[in-house]
């Protein structure tokens, strides 16, 4: 199983403290969430659109209505993720998005 580094901003999502997250996030260039494990999270008010989330593993995370259109999102897995009303970059094609989706698959974005 993979080994997952917590940072603050993980941290802070795992606990549900979106308001913590969107503070740091306010703080810095880019949202860095690459490699976190962010499984189950509620991430439905977090600040992503700028976030580097590549390698995440968002399994069963909730981001409804939640703006990925300028996240990089290169081998971030969201099997059973609940992404309705999501917007995500146009590099990543539906189809990639719904194998991931459903199977768990790493996503891979145009470039």
């Known amino acids: 199983m993979a080994k997952f580094e917590d940072t603050p901003l993980s941290l802070a999502l795992r606990e549900g403290s979106l308001d913590e997250l969107n503070r740091l996030a306010s703080q810095a260039d880019t949202v860095d969430l690459s490699g976190t494990n962010l499984r189950g999270a509620d991430l439905r008010k977090a600040n992503l659109r700028n976030a580097d989330l590549r390698g995440a593993y968002c399994h069963s995370a909730d981001l409804r209505g939640v703006d990925l259109s300028e996240a ?35 996503v891979r974005c145009r470039r």
Do not use: I, M, N
């Open 72 to 106: 990089l999102l290169e081998g971030a897995s969201f099997h059973l993720a609940r992404v309705s009303g999501a917007y995500f970059p146009p590099s990543l094609s539906a189809e990639e998005l719904q194998l991931s989706l459903d199977l768990g698959t790493r």
